[in-house]
T-cell receptor
Framework: DTGVSQDPRHKITKRGQNVTFRCDPI?????LYWYRQTLGQGPEFLTY????????KSRLLSDRFSAERPKGSFSTLEIQRTEQGDSAMYLC?????????????FGEGSWLTVV | AQSVSQHNHHVILSEAASLELGCNYS??????LFWYVQYPGQHLQLLLK??????LVKGIKGFEAEFIKSKFSFNLRKPSVQWSDTAEYFC?????????????FGTGTLLAVQP
């Protein structure tokens, strides 16, 4: 499968613990996005990378959230000191600015439940 | 700021009925428009997109959408739905030529097709 891969698919954690999600974009896609989706809502933009550079962060991304894309390939999203309000699906997506249309492709998401 | 409104949150139809899902956006500039679909247990998939040209765009599985610039609308249509069309549908917009190409999503419409 050459789509966007996310790991883990599900994570249950206790409040106050740290969690990290990994995203492997489609090969050679230079743009990578993180979104968050809660029940009954559409995906909300969190942050964007062009290659290894983080070019935009949403105000939704509090100081407890950090994302990296160290070599311009895979990315990680870490949430520190998790809170119950962090429970959501975290979606990763990728695209290429070298492909006409620049369509964004989504992974299957990582479900986070904070108890 | 850009925003997307989907007025129908839940739609229930019988097989063979016609479908129209509303989508309105607010943005003063040139936009690209998308419809994504999320089948139960699956990831977001691109259904169709409008970048330029013919305002009536055709997507996969018999879906189409019409861009009406004067109404800031991009409604999704299908003449005859099938049980397998049961899914959540998301309208999304990004600003043409924007630095990040990020998508702004609506809240989604949950479609249930009864056999």
């Amino acid at each position: 499968d050459t789509g966007v891969s996310q790991d883990p698919r599900h994570k249950i954690t206790k409040r106050g613990q740290n969690v990290t999600f990994r995203c492997d974009p489609i090969s050679e896609h230079n743009r990578l996005y993180w979104y968050r989706q809660t029940l009954g809502q559409g995906p909300e933009f969190l942050t964007y990378f062009q290659n290894e550079a983080q070019l935009e962060k949403s105000r939704l991304l509090s100081d407890r959230f950090s994302a990296e894309r160290p070599k311009g390939s895979f990315s990680t999203l870490e949430i520190q000191r998790t809170e119950q309000g962090d429970s959501a699906m975290y979606l990763c997506a990728s695209s290429s600015d070298r492909i006409s249309g620049n369509t964004i492709y989504f992974g299957e998401g990582s479900w986070l439940t904070v108890v | 700021a850009q925003s997307v409104s989907q007025h129908n949150h839940h739609v229930i139809l019988s097989e063979a009925a016609s479908l129209e899902l509303g989508c309105n956006y607010s943005y003063g500039g040139t936009v690209n428009l998308f419809w994504y679909v999320q089948y139960p247990g699956q990831h977001l998939q691109l259904l169709l997109k409008y970048f330029s040209g013919d305002p009536l765009v055709k997507g996969i599985k018999g879906f189409e959408a019409e861009f009406i610039k004067s109404k800031f609308s991009f409604n999704l249509r299908k003449p005859s739905v099938q049980w397998s069309d049961t899914a959540e549908y998301f309208c999304a917009v990004n600003n043409y030529g924007g630095a990040t190409n990020k998508l702004i999503f609506g809240t989604g419409t949950l479609l249930a097709v009864q056999p």
